[in-house]
C-alpha cells in the first residue's frame, strides 16, 4: 500500500490538466483556431501574439505542480511519523535535528510548559507545529517557495533521511532534471516580472513544452516513490541499538 497516496493522486489530476492544456495549445498553433460565441455572432481569432501567451501559461502549470508536490510530499511524511511514533527518541538523527530546529522557535516555551516527558512533548510540539500551518504558504519554508527545483527537493528530503547526501552534494541524476531547473527560471522571469508573458512564450514551442512535461512528471514521480520507500521501510526511525553481547563479539573478533 502506498504510504504518498495523496501525492500520486494530485500528479495524476496535474497531468490530467496539463496534457488537456497541450492538445488544447496543439489545436490552437498548429491549426490556426478560432473561438466563436455560442449564438455564432462573434468569430475571435486566436493571434499569435495570444498564443505566446498561451504557451507561457504552461510554465505556470509545471512550476505549481513541483511546488505542489513538493508540500504535498512533506504532509504525508509528517502525517505517517505522525501516525507511528510518539517520542524524539525514535526517530534517527536526521529528523531528531528537524525537531531540534522547530523547537528552537518557540518562543512561549510551550515544550518545557508540557507535563509529558520531555522526549514525548517535543515530538508532539514538532507534529502540531506543522500540523498548525493550514495553508501551502506557511508551509513554504527554509528556501521553498519560488525556488523549488532538483536542488530543493534534494535539500529538504535530504533533511529527514529519505535521501543520504551525494558525494558532490547534488540531487541524484534520476531525481532531477534540466527541464525542472528550466521550468523554475522561466517561473521567476514572469513571477517578477523581467519577462512578459507574450515574450517568454514567443521563445517557446509546443514540443519543447511537451518535452518538458514528460521530463518534469517523470522527475516528480521518481522523487515520489523514494518517500515512499523511505516511508513504507520506516527509515525515519532511529536505529535500534546493539546489544552488549554483540558488541563483546565484536570487540573479540577485531582482537
Request: aromatic share 6%.
Amino acid at each position: 500500500m502506498s504510504r504518498v497516496p495523496l501525492t500520486e493522486a494530485l500528479l495524476d489530476e496535474r497531468s490530467i490538466e496539463i496534457t488537456t492544456y497541450l492538445a488544447f495549445l496543439k489545436v490552437a498553433i498548429e491549426r490556426r483556431a478560432e473561438l466563436r460565441a455560442k449564438d455564432g455572432a462573434l468569430i475571435f481569432p486566436l493571434s499569435h501574439e495570444l498564443t505566446h501567451t498561451l504557451k507561457a501559461n504552461l510554465v505556470l502549470l509545471l512550476y505549481s505542480t513541483a511546488e505542489a508536490t513538493l508540500i504535498q510530499l512533506l504532509d504525508e511524511i509528517h502525517d505517517v511519523i505522525g501516525n507511528n511514533c510518539s517520542s524524539v527518541d525514535a526517530l534517527n538523527g536526521d529528523l531528531l535535528k528537524v525537531v531540534l530546529k522547530t523547537i528552537k522557535k518557540d518562543k512561549s516555551t510551550t515544550v518545557l510548559a508540557s507535563a509529558a516527558p520531555l522526549h514525548q512533548s517535543l515530538f508532539t510540539y514538532w507534529i502540531a507545529d506543522w500540523q498548525s500551518r493550514t495553508n501551502a504558504k506557511d508551509k513554504r519554508v527554509d528556501g521553498i517557495s519560488g525556488s523549488v527545483d532538483g536542488l530543493v527537493f534534494y535539500e529538504q528530503l535530504r533533511k529527514f533521511g529519505v535521501l543520504a547526501q551525494t558525494q558532490n552534494d547534488r540531487p541524484p541524476s534520476h531525481l532531477t532534471s534540466p527541464a525542472l531547473q528550466a521550468v523554475k527560471s522561466k517561473r521567476n522571469l514572469l513571477a517578477h516580472g523581467e519577462k512578459s508573458f507574450t515574450d517568454l512564450g514567443r521563445d517557446l514551442s509546443v514540443d519543447s513544452l511537451e518535452s518538458d512535461y514528460d521530463a518534469v512528471f517523470q522527475t516528480l514521480r521518481n522523487i515520489a516513490t523514494e518517500v515512499n520507500q523511505y516511508l513504507v521501510g520506516q527509515r525515519y526511525l532511529a536505529e535500534p541499538p546493539v546489544a552488549p553481547e554483540v558488541l563483546s563479539e565484536a570487540a573479540a573478533i577485531d582482537a
